[in-house]
Nanobody, 120 residues
Framework: QVQLVEFGGGLVQPGESARLSCAAS????????MGWYRQAQGKQRELVAE??????TNYADSVKGRFTVSRDNAATFSLQMNSLKPDDTAVYYC???????????????WGQGTRVTVPS
């Protein structure tokens, strides 16, 4: 019921910045959380940043002070990445969580993934 399309990514030099965007469509009015995960080669997928509809944010320790997640409008959100490092190299996935409170249900939806490569 929710489709996510990611924009951005690619090759970024160390110390430079990049911005990823995620556009949601479909049943977007029950979105409770928007955020980003990443998966590096040989590692498990990990949470990078997320933002709830109330404005509360949560960041991985490795990106605090460098990355910022923001909600641009009801259906679009972004990840600003500054001071990129080689260990930021990963495939980044945007996601949203919808909630049907009356049924006590939660649903997760994922973007297609976009690769960010920061060479050593």
């Amino acid at each position: 019921q929710v489709q996510l399309v990611e924009f951005g990514g690619g090759l970024v030099q160390p110390g430079e910045s990049a911005r990823l965007s995620c556009a949601a469509s479909g049943s977007i009015f029950s979105i409770a959380v928007m955020g980003w995960y990443r998966q590096a080669q040989g590692k498990q997928r990990e949470l990078v940043a997320e933002i709830a509809t109330g404005g509360t944010t949560n960041y991985a320790d490795s990106v605090k002070g460098r990355f910022t997640v923001s909600r641009d409008n009801a259906a679009t959100f972004s990840l600003q990445m500054n001071s990129l490092k080689p260990d930021d190299t990963a495939v980044y996935y945007c996601y949203v969580q919808t909630r049907v409170v009356a049924l006590n249900k939660k649903y997760d939806y994922w973007g297609q993934g976009t690769r960010v490569t920061v060479p050593s």
